[in-house]
């Protein structure tokens, strides 16, 4: 960074570049596209959803995107440099992942459970090897702050411009101008937390057999579809930890709470073969209380 520009100043104007730069080739290709529907979806997929110039599976990116948006929601004004201050401890921690999945590494067909959600994903969705993914991290490690600052704005602009040209938009704009919504936006509140939404598709999917520890990705994309959820990666991956262990992402006391309020569910829809699932899950969770 210039002595004379601050981390704010680089970032809005690394920023404005990359969704102006973004959006102006989206747009062209696929005003020149013979088929839109199918540019629209191959070229939103490849310039924001999995720009390959952001790491989305890299333990520290996660980490340096989480902290600046949860500073820059808690409303900091100067969320970029707090970011910025907590360097250290996210490439200790990332330092950490890295020595562990070394180990995991030796023992990969009996222990892959233990690797880091992001590199299971990454194994899973696009092939890639655990020494990759460390190459990875390693690079990040050694980048400077001003290049930091540019992979938040890259960041900022994909994850905008994502929403912004999103699948349900034509749709969400019909169904806000329709005469029928005239109800209170409250009554199309979820009943149930996103917790419980996971929770009942994990046992929707055992009963229909489907093997989701080898399918995580496949059915996180259906549950993201399903509930209509805005796709980014945030959320995405949310939705992909809560898969990857259902019945360990929360507390064991959480747990419980949500594995009563789905039984219910069930309970109602006559689903003996659910109801079971559940009680057994139930009683081990009790057990690991006492």
């Known amino acids: 960074m210039r002595a004379n520009q601050s981390p704010e100043e680089l970032f809005l104007k ?6 102006n730069s973004l959006k102006r080739y989206y747009l062209m290709s696929v005003e020149k596209a013979a088929d839109k529907t199918y540019a629209t979806d ?24 989480s902290t600046f948006m949860h500073h820059q929601k808690l409303g900091a004004t100067n969320a970029l440099e707090i970011t910025l201050s907590s360097l250290l ?4 921690m990332t330092s950490n992942i890295i020595e562990q999945t070394f180990i995991v590494n030796g023992f990969i067909s009996e222990r892959l459970y233990q690797l880091n959600w992001l590199y299971l994903q990454a194994i899973e969705e696009k092939n890639t090897s655990v020494l990759e993914l460390i190459d990875t ?49 409250q009554a199309y509140e979820p009943k149930f937390t996103r917790s419980q939404q996971v929770l009942i598709a994990y046992y929707i999917s055992q009963l229909i057999g489907v093997k989701q520890k080898k399918n995580v990705s496949k059915c996180a994309d259906a549950l993201h579809s399903f509930l209509g959820i805005p796709y980014t990666q945030i959320t995405h991956s949310e939705l992909y930890k809560k898969l990857l262990h259902p ?14 309020v789905i039984r219910s569910f069930f309970e109602n829809l006559g689903s003996v073969s659910a109801t079971a699932l559940i009680d057994s899950d139930i009683d081990n969770i009790k057990k690991g209380l006492e």
């Open 89 to 92: 401890p996210i490439r200790e």
């Open 137 to 185: 991290e390693r690079r990040l490690l050694k980048y400077s702050d001003q290049k930091i600052v540019l992979l938040l704005a890259l960041d900022r602009a994909t994850q905008e411009l994502a929403n912004e040209f999103s699948d349900n938009q034509e749709d969400a704009v019909e169904v806000i101008s329709s005469d029928f919504l005239t109800i209170n936006q």
């Open 14 to 19: 690394a920023y404005t570049r990359f969704y």
């Open 42 to 65: 191959y070229f939103r997929r490849a310039l924001f959803l999995e720009n390959e110039n952001i790491p989305r599976y890299s333990v520290f990116y996660h980490s340096l995107v």
């Open 247 to 260: 019945l360990t992402f929360s507390g064991k006391k959480t747990t419980l709470q949500n594995l009563l």
